[in-house]
């Protein structure tokens, strides 16, 4: 491999790769504002100038390919004053309204500023006024003044979403952001600018002033939007779950996210809906009841029914473990074959970015750990005949919205006797059930999902239920987490009385005579990774934060559809 | 090394300290001495004691004359503040500055008076008054809300000339 000189150091490079990748490969930093390592170079910030021995000016580190034996310093005096004269220029124009700014925090201009600026300005002027709060679409708010025209976000939308919509007008200190005539930077991954933007030109409309960046703890989590997976971070304050933001992971969403899933994944966690404590259903009306009379009165009529005309349906929406102590439930606690989950299809949704047709997250995992009826069990369809023949007379549903999703579902539903949910939120099946389960969110549990290339992920508790503890359970702590108390009112965020499916399931099982051993969800990983396949020798330190690409011929062996 | 008090004994007096008159009269002269000397108590609380600009009393929110805080709600008070006393949550406006306290709350309780939340102000917003009573009797009441946060800025100038003195 050829090598050339940084600061002193000798590092290896490919061929071809410029002195900013090498260097950040090796662990050197080289400040940058408009190079992101997913787009394509523009080189007009000027930040990343470095000193290149026999080259007759400084010249950009983000453009300039590395070459063998070249001789590069980041930290001669030349470098050092460049990059005070870039940081000058730049804030010659850029308010200092920090306070105001929502980037403030994790804003790359505030960090260069405080490690690579000395801080004085020799610009005496007035600062060009422009257009502040300016809508570029639905989702993202422009303010003028704050950019810096790195052209990230244009670069973004032209070769990322693969929509170009923005541009720059004007020249000079005047230029600025705006979208084609009669556009609007509406493309579904629009809000993936907000993240790159280096300053806060863009804003998220949706989190806008809501916390402070150091105010939240940040969660490594992965989205349950579609069957891609992306690798988020879920940011909490006071319990809330107030934003999503992408989590680097080349392997399965880079850098990126589209905006439905970034919107519209989290709100019901703490949504109105939720369902808190066990209900029973007495005279039409669902009651709240305590866990205990729950558990009893669902064991108690489970019981009242001969296996075969009790049913099971998983979910693609939940995790792996849950799944597999369902399959468990239903197989050799209950002794059912029927079990079978439904798939979730959009053909409306997917595109070939990063969104899947496949609305759920846990498709494949589900198959994987056994949600699949066994020769003599009916399938959903079969399901759905036996309920209308009144042959099928009790039915368990974890965390899915059939009576939404699947058609003319109701009427056949309201031929059971038993209708038992599991669900985080109230909804149409809810509405239908006799007994209801209220399950943690993805948000509340640890567990697996199974992508749709075969990576397993793995989701963290980022939001405590009544049962968690932040500290005890290892959740990840703000500052406020760690200090309050209980008389604090910034710590007083509600806290759902709801259990992972599993548990529920756990408890169940344990009623029905039947212990199932496990006390953590990592435990069930385990067991999974001793009798199925796709799983073997995995546990949850093998898949840690990036994921896992489970071994291809196993998952075409488990999988027979 | 500790050093041992030298203790006088009665044989050690001098023949004045030993007669004890003069001695009793020098203690007379302190005690009348003291009776007439200028008071520096106060019958509180008919008579209050008003500090000076370098007291630090109750932290307060500065009020401008059209009724607005200057508070932008950017959070560094809640940050720096090492008793975790202060809560902010954002909110926008359509004023030039499009960030403003929606809720600002102090807890009492946990405020220790330290003037790090007026030090670290960018606006000036935030200042310690010259309020010493601070009674409540709930821990709720201990928790100060925007309306008893917000001082009309005139009231509070002598600590802002102060400020802009010294800091």
């Known amino acids: 491999m050829p090598k050339f000189t940084i600061d002193n150091r000798e590092i ?78 730049i804030l010659i124009n850029h308010p200092l309204d920090c306070p105001i700014c929502d980037e403030a925090g994790e804003c790359k201009l505030q960090d260069y500023t405080y490690q690579y600026s000395i801080g004085e300005s020799r610009f005496t002027e007035n600062k060009v006024i422009k257009q502040k709060h300016f809508e570029l679409g639905p989702r993202v708010i422009f303010d003028g003044e704050r950019c810096i025209s790195c052209s990230r976000c244009i670069r973004f939308c032209e070769e990322i979403a693969k929509d170009p919509e923005l541009t720059f007008v004007q020249r000079g200190d005047r230029v600025t952001i705006t979208t084609y005539p009669g556009q609007q930077m509406d493309n579904p991954y629009s809000m993936n ?128 473990e849950n799944n597999y102590v369902l399959a468990l439930f239903a197989g050799s606690v209950v002794g059912s074959n029927h079990i079978d989950f439904i798939s979730h299809l959009d ?39 036996a309920i209308k023949e009144k042959k099928i007379k009790a039915l368990l549903i974890m965390e899915d919205d059939i009576v939404s999703s699947v058609k ?77 108390s209980e008389f604090d009112r910034w710590m007083t965020g509600a806290k759902m009385d709801a259990k992972p499916g599993w548990k529920i399931l756990k408890s169940l099982s344990g009623l029905l005579g039947k212990k199932m051993k496990f006390n953590m969800a990592e435990e069930i990983f385990e067991d999974m990774a001793a009798n199925i396949d796709a799983f073997k020798g995995l546990n949850y330190d093998d898949v840690g934060n990036s994921g896992v690409k489970l071994k291809t011929e196993n998952i075409e062996n488990a999988v027979t559809s | 090394m500790e050093q041992k008090a030298v203790k006088r004994r009665e044989k050690d007096l001098k ?21 007439v000397r200028p008071k520096f108590t106060f019958e509180y609380p008919e008579e209050k004691f008003v500090p000076s600009s370098a007291y630090r009393g109750r932290p307060v929110l500065v009020e401008e004359e059209n009724g607005e805080e200057r508070c932008v709600a950017c959070g560094l008070c809640s940050r720096v503040c090492p008793a975790l006393a202060i ?30 939340c007026e030090e670290v102000c960018p606006e000036e917003a935030i200042v310690m008054s010259k309020d010493y009573e601070l009674a409540f009797s709930s821990r709720e009441e201990g928790i100060y809300g925007k309306d008893k946060l917000l001082v009309p800025a005139n009231q509070l100038q002598d600590r802002i000339d102060f400020l802009r003195q010294y800091k």
């Open chain 1, 193 to 320: 600018t907000i993240d790159i933007c280096p300053v806060g030109a863009l804003t998220n409309k949706d989190f806008r002033f809501k916390a402070r960046v150091w105010d939240m703890s940040s969660t490594d989590s992965v989205c349950t939007g579609c069957a891609k997976g992306c690798n988020i971070n879920i940011w909490v304050r006071n319990n809330e779950i107030l934003r999503l933001t992408p989590r680097y992971n080349q392997d399965v969403n880079s850098y990126w996210m589209c905006d439905h899933g970034r919107l519209n994944t989290f709100k019901f966690v703490n949504g109105e809906d939720r369902i808190n404590s066990p209900h029973i259903r007495k005279e039409g009306q669902l009651e709240k009841v305590d866990w205990d009379e729950s558990f009893n009165e669902a064991v108690t009529r489970i019981k009242s029914y001969p296996k075969d005309e009790i049913a099971f349906l998983g979910s693609a929406y939940t995790t792996c």
């Open chain 1, 12 to 89: 290896e490079f490919q061929q071809g790769q410029t002195i900013i990748e090498a260097a950040i490969d090796n662990g050197i930093e080289i400040p940058h504002f408009c190079w992101h390592p997913e787009l394509s170079v523009s080189g007009n910030c000027r930040i990343c100038l470095v000193e290149v021995e026999k080259m007759p000016k400084l010249v950009i580190a983000c453009s300039t390919i590395a070459a063998e034996g070249m001789i590069v310093h980041t930290q001669s005096q030349n470098a050092i004053e460049a990059r005070n004269v870039v940081m000058e220029f």
């Open chain 2, 15 to 35: 023949f004045w300290e030993r007669i004890y008159i003069p001695e009793i009269l020098k203690g007379l002269s302190l005690t009348f001495k003291n009776m």
């Open chain 1, 408 to 484: 003319d579902i109701e009427n056949v539903l309201g031929n059971l006797e038993l209708l038992v949910v599991l669900a985080s939120n109230f909804n149409k099946t809810t509405e239908l059930a006799d007994l209801v389960f209220p399950t943690a969110t993805f948000a509340e549990k640890n567990g697996t999902f199974v992508n749709a290339d075969g990576i397993i992920q793995r989701i963290k508790p980022a939001v405590a239920t009544v049962e968690a503890d932040r500290a005890l359970d290892g959740f990840e702590m703000s500052r406020l987490d760690k200090f309050g």
């Open chain 1, 347 to 385: 053909p409306d949704f997917g595109d070939d970015i990063l969104r899947k047709n496949d609305i759920t997250p846990n498709k494949k995992g589900a198959e994987l750990v056994g949600i699949t009826p066994s020769k003599s069990g009916l399938n959903f369809e079969g399901m759905r005949k």
């Open chain 2, 87 to 116: 809560e902010v949550q954002a909110g926008e406006t359509e004023r030039e500055k499009e960030r403003f306290p929606e809720k600002f709350e102090i807890n009492m309780l946990r405020c220790i008076f330290c003037g790090f």
